[in-house]
């Protein structure tokens, strides 16, 4: 096989799956392989993080979430644990996943407190949960669905019910109770919407802290992150999470938003939504995602194949076990190019996927396949290739990506604005290529130009040094890398 000249030569080391189906020759049946056979997985930094995440990470959906009733569940997260895969993915709104966390989690000797607990294998992952909670204290209405705790557990009203509720079935009794020593290494706010509900989640940090009032979640994630009791939600001052971020499908200027209004530090993490269809859509990957990268944020893609959008399902969301797909791609749209797309997209550092089933057959095995697409260097797929997925994926399930918003196209620079000496604005939002830069324009003459960078803070702007008079008339013009135009004037 010909490997173009911008794939890394360490690729070659790794077998390729989805190449071997197409040849006709089961490579991996041939060589009998197994998980003791498998090599090392590929590791990223991830984020400003002092850890090294691996490149494929195990999702908490699929048959965790919604299992088939030939499928157990347990074994997809130790076969996950046995190749070496050291990110974990589950939620509070995903049905039974934490349960089975808790029967998988048994068997490792991940339960703090146990006689044969594995302290060293427990840090040398990462498990993430989520809330959709974005008040921190009980009492406020939530969004619907959320509310009630499973299984007979007290109702959850706000993020700091839904961090124990996870660690009480990830860990605990799933009764309330969990064991000293547990912790959730991080925990995202989920599936962020929009500018309402960033104003809740601020609650208490842009405004004063008023313990006897209510507040957003992030300044209660930060007391059980920092052992803090400044809210009165943690009054044993708990240490529960070591990080929080948060997760967006759908608007990446609300994301934007989210990342730029935090002068707290308070975000570390983002999970994305990053496929081959993104710019069918108002798309992440000029958008938000070089905007966490620029802060240092760790970043997971999620939503490779559009939730199985791309292959068997309608554009939904899933709701049942017939939802799952338990298939390895298919010969039209093969499930190799698709992770490597989401992972040489610039700023990820890992992916989840949801496994719908493993196989004795390797060739058969979502979670051997995908290991062994995962198994990319950042820069690993040239832009020419990265363009025909592109083209691939649109012909085929042009509709996939239903859950993000409308596409608009490159926009002007925002909130255009002057000072006595200065000029200044706020990010523009691209559309099929990245910004490039900002041409000013006074009177119709070029009188400068500023190459765009990730904004990462709203009280950080673009700033363009200047004298103006009363009458002139200016224009700051978004270039991107195509071309492309898109004018402010000043009013």
Known sequence: MNTPKNYPLSRRSFIKVSAATTAGVSMLSMAGCTTEKMPSPMKRKFGNFDFEVTTLALGGQASLQWTPADVDPVPIILKAFKMGINYFDTSNLYADSQLNYNKAFKTLNLIPGEANYDEKLRKSIWLTSKTCMRWGK????????????????????????????????????????????????????????NTAEIDVLYEGLETPLDPAGNFGALVALRDLRDG???????????????????????????????IQRDEYGILEGMLVAINANDKTKYNMQHNVIPVAAAKGMGIIAMKVFADAALYHKEPRWSQKPEDVFRKVGTSELPSRPLVEYSLTTPGIHTLIIGIGQIDEDPMKCQLTQNFYAAQIEPNGMPENERARIEEQAMLIKANSNYF??????????????????????????????????????????????????????????????TSLKADDKVVVVTVDKNGERAEAMLA
């Open 404 to 465: 993000q918003i409308d596409k608009v196209g490159l926009t002007a620079p925002g909130n255009l604005r002057k000072t006595e000496t200065q000029l200044l604005w706020d990010t523009a939002f691209a559309g099929d290529a990245a910004v490039k830069s900002y041409e000013v324009l006074v009177n119709g003459v070029k009188a400068g130009e500023i190459e765009h960078q990730p904004q990462t803070l709203r009280s950080k702007p673009f700033i363009f040094e």
């Open 138 to 193: 009980p009492g406020w209405t939530e969004r619907e669905n959320v509310n009630n705790w499973s299984n007979g557990m007290p109702e959850v009203q706000c993020a700091v019910d839904d961090v124990k509720r996870s660690l009480t079935q990830i860990f605990g009794d799933n009764n309330g109770a969990y064991p000293e020593g547990a912790y959730l290494d991080m925990v995202l706010i989920h599936t962020l919407h």
């Open 228 to 258: 803090t009791n400044l809210t009165g939600m943690n009054p044993k001052n708990e240490k529960l999470i070591r990080h929080i971020g948060f997760s967006g499908h759908a608007n990446p200027p609300a994301m934007i938003e989210m």
